[in-house]
């Protein structure tokens, strides 16, 4: 017998053993001569191959509906609700970072371009990349970096390691989400480079954008990045949400303010010219960034929470 079919039966009977007879690892190791090792590997192998196919039977009418009231109710192309067992804040973001971790595995194509802003929530869904080889797949930052972030989460992380995970290549914007001033701003949009990374953001298949809040604990405020001065104005004005470092209200308008002369990254008018912007947020304090951002039109497809999604439609139903 060839080896390719030696190794296929041996599969096929460690399977029968571990999926039919409910033998653990060490036993079918026993009864087979192997070790361990081998034995998972070949479990790992056979699902792989199709060999052993999983299949769960389970009950996802609630979120699927929900999902299809949002999408009706504010004209998304596509949304995916996750099931959550908990409000703590930290389990809601590992939840929705997971989902859309999946959900933009699910749809990358060949020579996609995907283009990434920097969001809790995104970064977040780093853990759960599984790696997926995709032919000339490409990461553009669409968006420059903050300034105090703790620890590693920066914007040129997360760019590298989906870039990384699809085995395609990254174009960093090496530059930061806010200038210090207006002059400064200005000259670094008049760097080539920078502009070409600019440039290459504007044609991106899919952007992946997070949406952040206005609030002391939102990201891009807690990097220090917007000043003091620039909050205040931001309250009064009564803004509520942020994607890309650009600023909305609860109607999706959007609130012009004086960090505007400062950002680098692409505007909401750029954002709306890409075919697919997918918002990844969740969570009680993110509603009225998330509803903003919908009514907006910033996003057309919606990555959240099923306890959020229910407080969306019931919000977004009211007067503004």
């Keep these: 017998m060839p080896r390719r079919n030696i190794d296929r039966v041996l599969m096929t009977e460690v399977a029968k053993l571990y999926y039919y007879e409910d033998l653990t690892q060490d036993q079918i190791g026993e009864v087979l001569g192997l070790s361990r090792q081998k034995v998972s590997r070949l479990l790992r192998r056979a699902k792989e191959e199709g060999l052993v196919q999983i299949r769960i039977l389970e009950d996802q009418e609630n979120t699927k509906i929900l999902g299809e009231r949002l999408r009706e109710r504010f004209g998304l192309r596509d949304v995916r609700v996750a099931t959550t067992f908990s409000q703590e804040e930290d389990m809601v973001t590992k939840r929705v970072a997971q989902m859309a971790a999946s959900y933009l595995r699910s749809i990358v194509e060949p020579y996609t371009s995907l283009g990434v802003a920097y969001g809790k929530t995104l970064f977040a869904m780093v853990p759960f990349l599984v790696p997926k080889p995709v032919p000339g797949f490409r990461v ?3 968006m420059g970096g903050y300034g105090k972030l703790k620890g590693d989460v920066v914007a040129v992380e997360l760019a590298r390691a989906l870039a990384q995970n699809f085995g395609g290549d990254a174009v960093y914007l ?5 200038a210090k001033d207006a002059e400064t701003r200005n000259a670094l949009l008049g760097d080539e480079r920078i502009a070409r990374v600019l440039e290459l953001a504007r044609e991106v298949d899919i952007a992946l954008v997070g949406i952040g809040g206005v609030t002391s604990s939102s990201t891009l405020l807690d990097t220090g990045d917007i000043y ?3 909050v205040d ?3 009064a004005k009564e803004a509520v949400g942020n994607i890309c470092g650009n600023f909305y209200d609860v109607a999706g308008r959007e609130v012009a ?10 505007t909401l008018w750029e954002l709306q010219r890409i075919p697919k912007v997918i918002g990844v947020a969740g969570g009680e304090g993110k509603l009225k960034a998330i509803l903003g951002a919908l009514r907006g039109k910033y996003v057309n ?3 959240t929470d099923d306890a959020t999604a ?8 009211k007067g503004v």
């Design 257 to 266: 303010c004086q960090a505007d002369s400062r950002r680098i990254s692409l």
């Design 233 to 235: 104005e931001l309250v």
């Design 310 to 317: 229910l407080a969306l439609l019931k919000e977004g139903g």
């Design 140 to 142: 553009v930052q669409i």
């Design 301 to 303: 497809v919606l990555i």
């Design 228 to 230: 003091p001065h620039e």
């Design 174 to 178: 090496l530059a930061p989400a806010f």
